[in-house]
C-alpha cells in the first residue's frame, strides 16, 4: 500500500466539501487501505479523505489501544445526538503539534457504508463519538480550528505557514 501526503492546515483545499461515494469499487479499496496506512504511520486516530486530496465521502478511525480495530465510515451520516457535550482537547494530523478544546455531543449514532458497501449504524460515545464527528467536520471542509476564536486561529495559521516556511529552506 502507499502512504498518501497530508494537506496541513490552512491548506485551501481542507475547506472543500466532499462528495458522496458513488460505489465500494476496487479504487476505493486502494484508497481505505492507503488511508488505514497514513493514519497508522502518522501516529494518527482518524483521517478524512479530504485531508489526503481526495473529496469524498470516507473516513478511517482506530481509537483501540492495539491499533487492530480500524473502522470505515463511507457517506457518514449522524442519524442521533444526544443532548449532553463536553469539551474535549482534540488534535490533527492536518494542524501537527496543536491541540485545543472543542465542544462535541457526547454520544452519537452515525449511519455508514462499511469497506464492503454494506449499510450499518455504529452507536459511539467517549473518544469514538469525538473522532466521528471530527472527521465528518473533515468532510464539509471544516477544521477543528474553525472552533476556536479568530485570535488563536491567527495564531497557528501563521504558526502553521512558518513551519511550512521553514521546511521547504
Known sequence: MALLPILCYPDPRLQKVAKTVATVDARVTTLIADMLDTMYEAS?????????DVHERLIVIDVS???DQPLVLINPELIWTSEDK???EEGCL????????VER???VHARALDEHGQSRVIEADGLLAVC??????????KVFVE???PLKRGRIKTKMLKAR???SV
Do not use: C, K, W
Open 105 to 107: 455531543f457526547n454520544a
Open 147 to 149: 472552533y476556536l476564536s
Open 165 to 167: 516556511r521553514e521546511e
Open 65 to 67: 489501544e492495539e491499533r
Open 132 to 141: 466521528i464527528q471530527h472527521e465528518m467536520d473533515h468532510l464539509m471542509g
Open 86 to 88: 463536553h469539551l474535549n
Open 44 to 52: 494518527g486516530i482518524g483521517l478524512a479523505a479530504t485531508q489526503v
Open 94 to 101: 492536518s494542524v501537527p503539534g496543536i491541540y485545543d478544546g
